[in-house]
């Protein structure tokens, strides 16, 4: 029996996941790990069976933004490293100890207070990556002085292991590198001070995809490879550099849930904002932007049927859109594709991203909890995951 009750879902293409990996070994130098960041439920595509997969075919550790995701993560059964990339508050750190899942720190005052609540609670150490601010602007020590007193009260901990150093970059992903160049020579210095100081450096990183990608060599001991796992390039400069091919994983599928042709003109959805012509076909379909699809679609999206584009016609509506279908004679329950390739036509991720005004790390992100997902492995189907009936 199908484990839910909608014509709509989202199809995961494990090999892709792992082709990517793959791509990324053989690109990076041989003593730079991959890290697979799967925050977002894996940017949309499920954090637990993408997470899984990256491992299995070379990935070393998982990063997520929240330690919620990563509960997720080990409650599934994954003990691989995975780091917190984003702030955990204080009276969180407990779970990270208990969990054995590294954090992310830098502050000198957050450090102290974390010591003090795990020795309170008499629990295990908890890894603790120090996050640099070399020009992102979001989160890290931003001077020499404040990263080595952040050091020293991670060295004067009892419960809080120093295990990581990195930043995070700002503009990897444009043609003009002078901003990422200029934030890898304060990254650099960084290091430089704490050698200088002594220091014995734990494991070093700050490569996103489009990082990794342009400057393999800043590899360090692990990229953090996100959009790039999920086979997408980071911008459309990336795209054309073409250093890597990707795979695209992720598809959106849905199935026709009524059709009609009238003898007279027609308004379609919601403002009326589209008249459909005597003998053109309408097709509704069961998906709309409670599902993340977006309603700035609107009567500028299309989809694809039997390998042609059907263009949405009306007004993006909660739970369901209307589409023109060209020529053919559709049938409910004939398939549609919303996102991915049907024969030689593709809508990509990039384009729906175009239309929408977004990028594409947002449009795979938005789609939620309605929908279930199918993944495959050798064009098979191997596991279903439905968030809306675990
Ligand atoms: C700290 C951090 N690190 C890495 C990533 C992954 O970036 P890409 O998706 O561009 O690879 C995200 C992130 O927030």
């Not at 679609?297 to 060209?326: H, T, W, Y």
């Not at 409910?332 to 036509?345: A, K, N, P, S, W």
């Not at 789609?367 to 064009?379: E, S, T």
Request: overall charge negative.
């Amino acid at each position: 029996m199908k484990p839910f009750c909608r014509d709509t879902w989202v199809e995961v293409d494990l090999d892709a996941i792992r082709a990517n990996v793959e791509t990324f070994r053989g690109h990076l130098p041989a003593q730079t790990g991959i890290m697979a960041v799967v925050k977002a439920d894996g940017y949309g595509h499920g954090s637990v069976h993408v997470g899984k997969e990256a491992l299995d075919a070379g990935a070393d550790s998982l990063g997520v933004a929240l330690l919620d995701e990563a509960i997720v993560l080990r409650e599934a059964g994954i003990e691989a490293p995975i780091l917190v990339l984003g702030y955990t508050p204080v009276d969180s750190v407990a779970i990270a100890s208990k969990l054995k899942v590294e954090l992310t720190a830098y502050s000198e005052a957050w450090i102290l207070e974390a010591e003090q609540a795990l020795q309170r609670d008499e629990l295990g150490p908890v890894g603790i990556h120090v996050k640099t601010d070399t020009g992102m602007g979001r989160l890290g020590v931003r001077s020499e002085e404040e990263l080595l007193r952040v050091v020293s009260a991670l060295e004067n901990s009892s419960k809080l292991v120093w295990s990581g150093l990195f930043t995070h970059f700002a503009c990897a992903d444009e043609p003009d590198q002078t901003h990422v160049r200029r934030q890898y020579e304060t990254f650099q210095s960084f290091i430089q001070a704490l050698r200088a100081a002594g220091k014995k450096l734990p494991k070093v990183h700050c490569c996103n995809t489009a990082a990794a990608i342009a400057h393999p060599e800043w590899g360090y001991d692990t990229i953090r490879l996100g959009i790039g796992l999920y086979g997408l390039y980071p911008s459309p400069y990336m795209k054309e550099r073409a250093d890597v091919p990707l795979v695209p994983a992720l598809s959106l599928k849905t199935k026709i849930a009524h059709v009609k042709v009238a003898d007279e003109p027609f308004t379609v959805s919601y403002g009326a904002t589209y008249t459909a012509q005597p003998h053109e076909q309408i097709a509704t379909l069961p998906i709309g932007y409670a599902d993340g699809y977006s309603r700035l679609l609107s009567n500028r999206g299309a989809v694809l049927f039997n390998g042609e584009r059907a263009p949405i016609v009306g007004r993006v509506c909660m739970d369901q859109i209307m589409v023109k279908i060209p020529n053919e004679s559709a049938q409910v329950g004939d398939e549609i594709v919303l996102y991915g390739r049907q024969g030689d036509e593709e809508i990509s991720l990039d384009e729906i991203a175009a239309l929408t005004g977004t990028i594409n790390y947002e449009v795979p992100c938005l789609l939620n909890f309605r929908i279930p997902k199918v993944y495959y492995r050798a064009g098979k189907e191997c596991t279903v995951h439905h968030l809306l009936t675990k």
